[in-house]
């Protein structure tokens, strides 16, 4: 059974460009979440989706944004990327009403904003 | 809130030895806890988790935690530290209710692990 994926593995932008950043998650997972993990910073928390609804985000500005669409697939959008947005975000996907909240995480994706 | 403290950032132990690997968590509610390793240039595997029920767990590669509650602790061990354990690990928490606190992971700044021969 494949796992989570992401795309693309590695991307490079420029300061105020938008990127945007796709996840599949495990078959039969309905919930998608998206983690920063930046240097220095950890990982930190950003956005839940499930059921196509965003239903909790971190404590991020709103020009991180996404969506999941009806195949339960999710998109990153950034927008107005800044150097600070340099860092690995990673996706993971659980089951929908999983009890122990076990997430399953991708490979990532490499943002670097130049 | 929660959050977690991992005690280290690099942990350095020779082949064949004992690895330890620090770990507490503050929480409001009821925790479940988890293990992650992190391989270079790679996503996060999880190693082990604790629930509910039995607080010695273990997981894969031969590692295991145990849930101290009167600690507020969750340490990760393995008897016998192999080269391939060189990689960094990341514990987590997230709240065992179905509201705020139990829908996202809040992780440990993480502990690199070096192996050597």
């Known amino acids: 059974e494949a796992g989570v994926t992401q795309s693309p593995t590695h991307l490079i932008k420029t300061r105020g460009q938008q990127a945007t950043l796709r996840c599949s998650p495990i078959s039969g997972h309905t919930s998608v979440y998206w983690y920063q993990q930046a240097l220095g910073l950890g990982l930190q928390f950003l956005l839940w989706y499930d059921e196509g609804e965003e239903r909790n985000r971190g404590n991020f500005p709103p020009r991180f944004s996404g969506r999941q669409f009806p195949n339960y697939s999710s998109e990153l959008n950034v927008n107005a990327l800044e150097l600070e947005d340099s860092a690995l975000y990673l996706c993971?996907?659980?089951?929908?009403?999983?009890?122990?909240?076990?997430?399953?995480f991708g490979p990532g994706t490499r943002l670097t904003v130049l | 809130a929660q959050s977690v403290t991992q005690l280290g950032s690099h942990v350095s132990v020779s082949e064949g030895a004992l690895v330890l690997l620090r770990c507490n968590y503050s929480s409001s509610v009821p925790p479940y806890l988890f293990w992650y390793v992190q391989y270079p240039n790679q996503g996060l595997q999880l190693l082990l988790k604790y629930t509910t029920g039995a607080t010695l767990v273990k997981g894969i590669n031969g590692f295991e935690a145990e849930f101290k509650k009167s600690e507020t602790s969750f340490h990760l061990t393995k008897p016998s530290a192999h080269m391939s354990d060189a990689a960094e690990y990341f514990c987590a928490v997230s709240g065992s209710d179905r509201g705020e606190y139990g829908n996202k992971l809040v992780f440990g700044a993480g502990t690199i692990l070096r192996v050597k021969s």
């Open positions: 993971a996907s659980s089951l929908r009403g999983s009890r122990y909240n076990e997430q399953f």
